[in-house]
Protein backbone atom coordinates (compact mmCIF):
# COMPACT_ATOMS: atom_id res chain seq x y z
CA UNK A 1 0.00 0.00 0.00
CA UNK A 2 1.37 3.37 -0.96
CA UNK A 3 1.38 6.09 2.00
CA UNK A 4 2.36 9.63 1.57
CA UNK A 5 3.50 11.98 5.06
CA UNK A 6 3.36 15.30 4.17
CA UNK A 7 4.50 18.56 6.42
CA UNK A 8 2.70 21.32 6.24
CA UNK A 9 3.14 24.45 8.15
CA UNK A 10 0.15 26.15 10.38
CA UNK A 11 -1.59 28.94 9.99
CA UNK A 12 -2.38 30.76 13.53
CA UNK A 13 -3.31 33.79 15.24
CA UNK A 14 -2.90 35.46 18.60
CA UNK A 15 -4.45 34.09 21.51
CA UNK A 16 -3.96 33.29 25.16
CA UNK A 17 -3.47 30.51 28.00
CA UNK A 18 -4.91 27.26 27.87
CA UNK A 19 -6.71 24.02 29.72
CA UNK A 20 -4.35 21.38 28.74
CA UNK A 21 -0.36 21.03 28.72
CA UNK A 22 0.26 23.08 25.32
CA UNK A 23 2.46 21.81 22.99
CA UNK A 24 3.67 24.05 20.27
CA UNK A 25 4.54 22.35 17.70
CA UNK A 26 3.61 24.04 14.10
CA UNK A 27 3.20 20.56 11.90
CA UNK A 28 0.77 18.34 10.70
CA UNK A 29 1.44 14.45 9.39
CA UNK A 30 -1.00 13.50 6.46
CA UNK A 31 -1.17 9.84 5.15
CA UNK A 32 -2.70 9.20 1.75
CA UNK A 33 -3.98 5.82 1.18
CA UNK A 34 -5.72 4.88 -1.89
CA UNK A 35 -9.01 4.83 -0.33
CA UNK A 36 -8.30 6.77 3.18
CA UNK A 37 -6.82 9.97 3.93
CA UNK A 38 -5.40 10.27 8.22
CA UNK A 39 -3.76 13.00 9.36
CA UNK A 40 -2.27 13.24 12.93
CA UNK A 41 -1.21 16.67 14.89
CA UNK A 42 0.62 16.82 18.00
CA UNK A 43 -1.85 16.18 21.13
CA UNK A 44 -2.53 19.34 23.14
CA UNK A 45 -1.81 22.06 20.05
CA UNK A 46 -1.68 25.42 22.01
CA UNK A 47 -3.78 24.23 24.67
CA UNK A 48 -6.81 22.44 22.70
CA UNK A 49 -8.49 19.51 23.81
CA UNK A 50 -9.12 17.00 21.26
CA UNK A 51 -12.73 17.32 21.37
CA UNK A 52 -12.46 21.27 20.96
CA UNK A 53 -11.02 20.31 17.17
CA UNK A 54 -12.70 19.88 14.40
CA UNK A 55 -12.44 18.14 10.63
CA UNK A 56 -13.29 20.35 7.60
CA UNK A 57 -15.09 22.77 10.80
CA UNK A 58 -18.00 20.10 11.23
CA UNK A 59 -16.98 17.11 12.39
CA UNK A 60 -15.32 16.70 16.18
CA UNK A 61 -14.50 13.10 15.09
CA UNK A 62 -10.32 13.16 16.43
CA UNK A 63 -8.68 10.49 18.98
CA UNK A 64 -5.71 10.12 20.74
CA UNK A 65 -3.01 8.16 19.07
CA UNK A 66 0.25 7.52 21.42
CA UNK A 67 0.76 11.78 21.57
CA UNK A 68 -1.15 12.89 18.68
CA UNK A 69 -4.83 13.32 17.61
CA UNK A 70 -5.54 11.36 14.37
CA UNK A 71 -8.24 12.60 12.49
CA UNK A 72 -9.42 10.01 9.30
CA UNK A 73 -11.32 10.36 6.22
CA UNK A 74 -12.24 6.54 5.67
CA UNK A 75 -13.62 6.63 1.59
CA UNK A 76 -12.90 9.78 -0.91
CA UNK A 77 -16.00 8.65 -2.02
CA UNK A 78 -19.21 9.10 1.17
CA UNK A 79 -22.57 9.12 -0.18
CA UNK A 80 -23.17 12.74 0.74
CA UNK A 81 -20.04 13.18 -1.78
CA UNK A 82 -17.86 15.08 0.62
CA UNK A 83 -17.04 13.65 3.77
CA UNK A 84 -16.62 16.18 6.41
CA UNK A 85 -16.01 19.04 4.30
CA UNK A 86 -13.43 16.95 2.14
CA UNK A 87 -13.08 19.26 -1.26
CA UNK A 88 -11.20 17.94 -3.86
CA UNK A 89 -10.35 19.37 -7.66
CA UNK A 90 -8.46 17.78 -10.98
CA UNK A 91 -5.25 19.40 -12.78
CA UNK A 92 -3.08 18.21 -14.79
CA UNK A 93 -3.82 14.91 -14.74
CA UNK A 94 -3.34 15.03 -10.71
CA UNK A 95 -6.42 14.67 -8.01
CA UNK A 96 -6.02 16.64 -5.09
CA UNK A 97 -8.21 16.00 -2.14
CA UNK A 98 -8.00 19.06 0.58
CA UNK A 99 -8.97 19.84 4.15
CA UNK A 100 -8.34 21.22 7.34
CA UNK A 101 -8.49 20.54 10.81
CA UNK A 102 -9.54 23.77 12.53
CA UNK A 103 -10.01 24.67 16.36
CA UNK A 104 -13.66 25.96 17.79
CA UNK A 105 -14.29 27.41 21.24
CA UNK A 106 -18.07 28.22 21.95
CA UNK A 107 -17.51 29.55 25.03
CA UNK A 108 -17.52 33.40 25.71
CA UNK A 109 -13.92 33.87 25.66
CA UNK A 110 -11.48 32.25 23.29
CA UNK A 111 -8.88 30.46 26.16
CA UNK A 112 -6.71 29.04 23.87
CA UNK A 113 -4.39 30.40 20.35
CA UNK A 114 -6.68 29.40 17.82
CA UNK A 115 -5.19 27.06 14.95
CA UNK A 116 -5.85 25.76 11.31
CA UNK A 117 -3.89 23.10 10.15
CA UNK A 118 -4.64 22.59 6.41
CA UNK A 119 -3.48 19.11 4.39
CA UNK A 120 -3.74 18.20 0.91
CA UNK A 121 -3.28 14.59 -0.45
CA UNK A 122 -2.54 14.09 -4.75
CA UNK A 123 -2.87 11.11 -6.60
CA UNK A 124 -1.52 10.56 -9.98
CA UNK A 125 -4.39 9.76 -12.64
CA UNK A 126 -2.68 7.74 -15.36
CA UNK A 127 -0.13 4.78 -15.05
CA UNK A 128 1.47 2.38 -17.10
CA UNK A 129 0.78 -1.63 -16.49
CA UNK A 130 2.89 -4.21 -18.33
CA UNK A 131 2.53 -7.95 -18.70
CA UNK A 132 4.50 -10.55 -20.32
CA UNK A 133 1.96 -12.23 -22.07
CA UNK A 134 3.06 -15.10 -24.29
CA UNK A 135 6.07 -16.00 -26.46
CA UNK A 136 6.19 -17.68 -30.29
CA UNK A 137 4.96 -21.54 -28.59
CA UNK A 138 4.06 -20.81 -25.16
CA UNK A 139 2.79 -18.03 -22.99
CA UNK A 140 4.63 -16.92 -19.94
CA UNK A 141 2.62 -14.44 -17.65
CA UNK A 142 4.00 -12.02 -15.00
CA UNK A 143 3.10 -9.08 -13.13
CA UNK A 144 4.57 -6.02 -13.62
CA UNK A 145 2.92 -3.34 -11.75
CA UNK A 146 2.50 0.88 -13.02
CA UNK A 147 4.06 3.95 -12.76
CA UNK A 148 4.15 6.06 -9.85
CA UNK A 149 1.74 7.25 -7.87
CA UNK A 150 -0.30 6.68 -4.93
CA UNK A 151 -2.65 4.40 -6.64
CA UNK A 152 0.33 2.11 -8.57
CA UNK A 153 0.52 -0.91 -5.77
CA UNK A 154 -3.60 -1.45 -6.54
CA UNK A 155 -3.52 -1.54 -10.20
CA UNK A 156 -2.88 -4.74 -11.86
CA UNK A 157 -2.93 -6.92 -15.45
CA UNK A 158 -4.65 -10.17 -15.14
CA UNK A 159 -5.84 -13.36 -17.44
CA UNK A 160 -8.89 -14.51 -17.40
CA UNK A 161 -10.09 -18.03 -18.40
CA UNK A 162 -13.21 -16.72 -20.55
CA UNK A 163 -15.51 -13.79 -21.44
CA UNK A 164 -16.87 -13.75 -18.36
CA UNK A 165 -13.79 -12.61 -16.41
CA UNK A 166 -14.81 -14.20 -13.31
CA UNK A 167 -11.91 -16.89 -13.21
CA UNK A 168 -8.28 -15.80 -13.66
CA UNK A 169 -5.58 -17.82 -15.09
CA UNK A 170 -3.24 -18.81 -12.52
CA UNK A 171 0.68 -17.47 -14.23
CA UNK A 172 2.29 -19.04 -15.83
CA UNK A 173 -0.49 -20.47 -18.55
CA UNK A 174 0.61 -22.16 -21.98
CA UNK A 175 -0.55 -21.83 -25.35
CA UNK A 176 0.63 -24.38 -27.96
CA UNK A 177 1.52 -23.61 -31.46
CA UNK A 178 -1.92 -25.15 -32.43
CA UNK A 179 -3.53 -22.57 -30.14
CA UNK A 180 -2.18 -19.51 -32.18
CA UNK A 181 -5.90 -17.64 -32.89
CA UNK A 182 -7.36 -18.46 -30.26
CA UNK A 183 -9.02 -15.80 -27.92
CA UNK A 184 -6.84 -14.58 -24.58
CA UNK A 185 -9.02 -12.53 -22.06
CA UNK A 186 -7.43 -10.01 -20.07
CA UNK A 187 -8.42 -6.76 -18.02
CA UNK A 188 -6.69 -4.06 -15.93
CA UNK A 189 -8.64 -3.69 -12.26
CA UNK A 190 -8.55 -1.82 -9.35
CA UNK A 191 -8.77 -2.87 -5.97
CA UNK A 192 -8.87 -0.97 -2.58
CA UNK A 193 -9.80 2.36 -4.17
CA UNK A 194 -13.22 4.70 -3.82
CA UNK A 195 -16.14 3.74 -5.49
CA UNK A 196 -16.20 6.83 -7.43
CA UNK A 197 -12.86 6.12 -9.56
CA UNK A 198 -13.09 3.88 -12.51
CA UNK A 199 -10.55 2.06 -14.58
CA UNK A 200 -10.28 3.45 -17.81
CA UNK A 201 -7.96 1.88 -20.29
CA UNK A 202 -6.42 4.40 -22.99
CA UNK A 203 -3.93 2.40 -25.31
CA UNK A 204 -3.08 -0.84 -24.60
CA UNK A 205 -0.41 -2.65 -27.24
CA UNK A 206 2.04 -5.48 -27.68
CA UNK A 207 5.73 -5.66 -27.91
CA UNK A 208 8.48 -8.53 -28.49
CA UNK A 209 9.96 -6.97 -25.62
CA UNK A 210 9.43 -5.56 -22.11
CA UNK A 211 10.10 -1.84 -23.22
CA UNK A 212 6.97 -0.42 -23.95
CA UNK A 213 8.48 2.26 -26.37
CA UNK A 214 9.85 -0.65 -28.57
CA UNK A 215 9.68 -0.04 -32.27
CA UNK A 216 7.94 -3.26 -33.24
CA UNK A 217 4.35 -3.22 -32.16
CA UNK A 218 1.05 -4.28 -32.71
CA UNK A 219 -1.76 -1.73 -31.14
CA UNK A 220 -4.77 -3.55 -29.58
CA UNK A 221 -6.56 -0.44 -28.17
CA UNK A 222 -6.60 3.12 -28.98
CA UNK A 223 -8.05 6.06 -27.39
CA UNK A 224 -10.09 3.70 -25.69
CA UNK A 225 -11.45 1.63 -28.99
CA UNK A 226 -10.22 -1.36 -30.43
CA UNK A 227 -7.89 -1.31 -33.41
CA UNK A 228 -9.64 -3.94 -35.67
CA UNK A 229 -12.70 -6.73 -35.48
CA UNK A 230 -10.42 -9.38 -33.35
CA UNK A 231 -10.65 -7.08 -30.55
CA UNK A 232 -13.42 -7.06 -28.45
CA UNK A 233 -13.38 -4.30 -25.74
CA UNK A 234 -16.30 -5.45 -23.18
CA UNK A 235 -15.80 -2.49 -20.00
CA UNK A 236 -13.98 0.31 -19.78
CA UNK A 237 -14.57 3.01 -18.12
CA UNK A 238 -17.35 1.81 -16.03
CA UNK A 239 -16.14 0.31 -12.71
CA UNK A 240 -12.92 -0.81 -11.29
CA UNK A 241 -11.92 -3.13 -13.81
CA UNK A 242 -11.44 -3.05 -17.46
CA UNK A 243 -11.82 -5.81 -19.80
CA UNK A 244 -10.75 -6.92 -23.19
CA UNK A 245 -10.36 -10.09 -25.45
CA UNK A 246 -7.72 -10.20 -28.59
CA UNK A 247 -5.92 -13.22 -30.38
CA UNK A 248 -3.35 -15.17 -29.58
CA UNK A 249 -0.61 -14.61 -32.57
CA UNK A 250 3.18 -14.39 -32.81
CA UNK A 251 5.40 -11.76 -34.48
CA UNK A 252 7.29 -12.61 -37.68
CA UNK A 253 11.37 -12.54 -38.00
CA UNK A 254 11.94 -12.79 -34.44
CA UNK A 255 12.94 -16.13 -32.56
CA UNK A 256 10.35 -18.66 -31.96
CA UNK A 257 10.68 -18.30 -27.84
CA UNK A 258 10.41 -14.14 -27.38
CA UNK A 259 8.13 -13.61 -25.47
CA UNK A 260 5.20 -11.06 -26.41
CA UNK A 261 4.84 -8.38 -23.69
CA UNK A 262 1.53 -6.43 -23.27
CA UNK A 263 1.35 -2.63 -22.10
CA UNK A 264 -1.70 -0.73 -20.87
CA UNK A 265 -2.00 2.95 -20.32
CA UNK A 266 -4.53 3.04 -17.90
CA UNK A 267 -6.32 6.00 -16.38
CA UNK A 268 -7.81 5.99 -12.75
CA UNK A 269 -11.28 8.13 -13.58
CA UNK A 270 -12.68 10.48 -11.17
CA UNK A 271 -16.73 9.38 -12.04
CA UNK A 272 -18.22 12.33 -9.72
CA UNK A 273 -15.82 14.79 -11.71
CA UNK A 274 -16.17 13.40 -15.00
CA UNK A 275 -17.90 10.86 -17.72
CA UNK A 276 -15.57 7.73 -17.58
CA UNK A 277 -16.65 5.58 -20.25
CA UNK A 278 -14.61 6.25 -23.11
CA UNK A 279 -16.61 6.75 -26.34
CA UNK A 280 -15.59 5.48 -29.90
CA UNK A 281 -16.55 6.48 -33.30
CA UNK A 282 -15.43 2.36 -34.05
CA UNK A 283 -17.42 -0.40 -32.56
CA UNK A 284 -16.64 -4.03 -33.40
CA UNK A 285 -18.85 -6.99 -33.44
CA UNK A 286 -17.14 -10.57 -33.11
CA UNK A 287 -19.58 -13.30 -34.80
CA UNK A 288 -19.77 -16.62 -32.38
Known sequence: MVMVAFLLWVILAPGIAASCNPTKADAILVYCYPKTIITKIP???????VNQLALGGVCYNGVHDSGYYQFTIPDLSPKNKSYCGTQSDFKSSIYHF?????SNDSSVIVKSQPVN??????YHANYLVNHA????????????????????????LNFYTNAKFTTKKEAPFVVETA????????????????AR????????????SSEYFYQIQWPLITKGCATDSSIIVHENGKDS????????????????LSKVWL???????????????????????KKI
Open 43 to 49: ECPYGWE
Open 98 to 102: YNSIT
Open 117 to 122: YSFTCT
Open 133 to 156: AFDQRVATVHVKNGSSGSFESQLS
Open 179 to 194: DIGSDIFAGVEAKGLS
Open 197 to 208: FKVVLTNCWATP
Open 241 to 256: RATFQFNAFRFRNVPK
Open 263 to 285: HCETHVCDSEKFSCPVGSMMLYY
